[in-house]
């Protein structure tokens, strides 16, 4: 039986092609198998001008910013908790946080927004992710930090929210998938620099300087968008039976199932991989950085490998990367100590995590391919909440014990998740892909 047959033809399954990145992916529906005639006509219009890639550019720097903002205070635990005299526990809460905020806003802005033009609503939410980050960089206590990533966090969930079609809608259909590929690049970008540059900026000038730098850098991404950017309208489709009519299907409250677990053991042990890295391996500041450079782009590795994985099948390559996580974070809880050995569990760790990352956006896509913004906004609430129950269970295990058990639990949470995806393709087949 084919979930997707609920509600659609099986001469309507949409052949999706992936667009992946090492922090996000984006699974665009290219066209049906019964309108292909339609899409051709479609693919044959003119390509967007210089000013619409210039565009596109534009927006692949907001990706890269906000995802530099998201990733920027795992970098700097430590050195909030010294500085603010708080826990190592507690100061997790910068990561944990902005994950509630972003599950609460995603649907909520995806309902309100129809009729806001897209290019104002870019240029409002990057000038909130620079008073998010200046508010930290000055904040004279820690209640004050977690107010201000409070509010990155509802910024967090409406981009995503907002920008998987922007990039058609600033090129046109031809250049579309090319498109969402460049804003993936600027994801990438953010994630391979935000934790290095936080390790890196965190020991020569502070952690509040750093996020000074960060809100200097989103102020240059806000003018350059400012210039760029052109009027965006927006499609106007954001109705509450879309959101949950997602929900509703089998194949996608699986997925969702599986999505969550395996954020929830990732999170948990990345909010807390800088002083596993420092403290139980023993490895200088130095190498660590170099560590998340090479990780980021293991996860990009992955990803673009993911592309054709996925082809065979999204659920199989999500249960056995998932179980490849599991294993590497089990691994490191036992021979973490180990600096060699540490190090490249830890990059193979990003190589798999780039598969099961876009893994969970490409299968809940795939589960309701009708309503794909409905889709993006129901797995945006629910990963968000897991990433924050994830970073939240790591401040109490941090807290309780020690590290490597902290990473041993967290293994064993993905392992339970690529059991449920192994237990999902039992029972629900996904759309073709080609």
Not at 148 to 170: C, D, E, I, N, Q
Not at 232 to 252: E, F, K, S
Not at 269 to 293: C, K, N, Q
Not at 426 to 432: D, I, Q
């Amino acid at each position: 039986m084919i979930e997707n047959g609920e509600t659609a033809e099986k001469s309507r399954v949409p052949q999706v092609r992936v667009v992946a990145a090492s922090s996000c992916a984006a699974a665009v529906p290219s066209r049906y198998a019964g309108d292909r005639d339609a899409a051709g006509a479609t693919a044959a219009a003119a390509p967007g001008s210089r000013r619409g890639w210039a565009s596109v550019g534009a927006v692949a720097l907001g990706a890269f910013v906000i995802v530099m903002t998201e990733t920027l205070p795992v970098g700097l635990l430590p050195q909030v908790a010294d500085g603010l005299h708080v826990s190592l526990g507690l100061a997790g809460l910068m990561v944990l946080v902005p994950g509630f905020s972003a599950a609460v806003s995603a649907p909520l802005f995806f309902l309100g927004s129809g009729r806001f033009d897209r290019r104002s609503v870019i240029l409002v939410l990057g000038l909130t992710v620079l008073v998010s980050n200046a508010v930290v960089a000055v904040a004279p206590n820690f209640v004050l930090v977690l107010v201000a990533r409070m509010l990155f966090g509802a910024t967090l969930g409406a981009f995503w929210t907002v920008v998987s079609p922007v990039g058609p809608k600033l090129v046109g259909p031809a250049g579309g998938t090319r498109a969402i590929t460049v804003i993936a690049a600027g994801i990438s970008g953010g994630t391979v620099v935000g934790l290095p540059a936080g390790q890196f900026l965190g020991d020569v000038v502070g952690w509040r300087p750093a996020f000074a730098i960060a809100a200097a850098a989103t102020l240059l991404v806000v003018v350059a968008q400012t210039v760029l950017l052109p009027g965006i309208p927006p499609d106007g489709r954001t109705r509450l039976r879309d959101l949950v009519g997602v929900v509703r299907r089998r194949a996608a409250r699986f997925g969702m199932a599986a999505g969550a677990v395996v954020f929830v053991g990732q999170f948990a042990a990345w909010t807390y991989i800088t002083p596993f890295l420092m403290d139980h391996t023993r490895l200088s500041s130095s190498a660590i950085s170099l560590l998340y450079v090479v990780y980021g782009c293991a996860g990009i590795v992955g990803s673009l490998v993911a592309g054709s994985l996925f082809k065979r099948g999204v659920i199989a390559g999500f249960a056995g990367s998932a179980a490849a996580v599991a294993a590497l974070l089990i691994g490191l809880a036992s021979a973490g100590t180990i600096p060699w050995l540490a190090g490249l569990l830890f990059v193979l760790w990003g190589l798999f995590w780039g598969v099961v990352n876009p893994g969970t956006l490409v299968w809940i896509l795939d589960a309701a391919h009708e309503t794909p913004e409905a889709a993006s906004a129901v797995n945006v609430t629910n990963l968000q909440i897991a990433l924050a129950a994830g970073s939240g269970l790591g401040a109490v295990l941090v807290s309780s014990t020690t590290l490597p058990a902290l990473f041993l639990t967290a293994g064993f949470i993905v392992l339970a998740a690529a059991v449920l995806a192994g237990l999902a393709a039992r029972f629900v087949t996904l759309a073709v892909r080609q």
